[in-house]
């Protein structure tokens, strides 16, 4: 319910279920050396089952946060395996979990099969970067291996994570929102605080999809 308060940052999250429950979720905490845990993930499916899961899935990733609490690589190793040793559900789920230095803007990230981050750095001036995948899925394959990279956040900078409910998102002439929409819209609002760019660009789908429902559970995090 509350975001980290630290000096110097702004976060903004938002959490759109498709249905009454969600299989999407995002965390942000504190780490034991100062850092900051930073976590979007999706589970496939939507609704009870999905929602289960996924609350599973957030308890193992919390507790082995904790643990390594500077190897998002290590992190997704365990969490992989409790999946498939504590679990029969026959369902798996993508992230993106960066592990932040907020006093030198380094993040440590790795990306099991998730949707690409989104680094903008507005003073280059609009140069975007992206951040793929580093590995597959969690849940899916017991020899999974994830590896992680690193990239510096300076002022002014901005990081967009997301689930696949945003890019997916489908208007009424069943064209979708995709990577291009996302980085448009992005790019278009420079400027703002992160809650006011989160609200241009949610804004900005539903202006897309227009009278369609939402299909899929969405979260987005600046």
Known sequence: ????????????VTLLPAQETSGDYYD????P???????????????????LFMALSYAMFR?????????????????????????HANQFVTAFYGILD???GALTYSNAGHCPGLLLSYRKPNKATWLPNTGIPLG???????????????????????????IEAENEAARLYGLDGLLACALKESGGTAVQLQEKIIGDVQRF???????DDTVLLV
Do not use: M
């Not at 999809?209 to 299909?215: E, L, M, S, V, Y």
């Open 140 to 166: 899916i394959l017991a020899e999974g291996a994830w590896s992680q990279r690193e990239v510096s956040l300076a002022a002014g900078d901005v990081l967009l994570l997301y689930t696949d409910g945003i």
């Open 63 to 87: 507790t082995h946060a904790q643990e390594q609490h500077r190897e998002p690589a290590a992190v997704f190793a365990a969490v992989n395996n409790h999946i498939l040793h504590d679990t």
């Open 1 to 12: 319910d509350r975001l980290p308060q630290v000096p110097g940052w702004e976060f903004a």
């Open 28 to 31: 942000l905490f504190e780490l």
């Open 209 to 215: 999809t227009g009278k369609c429902p939402q299909t």
């Open 33 to 51: 050396d100062g850092r900051l845990g930073i976590l979007v993930a999706d589970v496939v499916d939507k609704g009870v089952c999905a929602a």
């Open 102 to 104: 907020p006093a030198t």
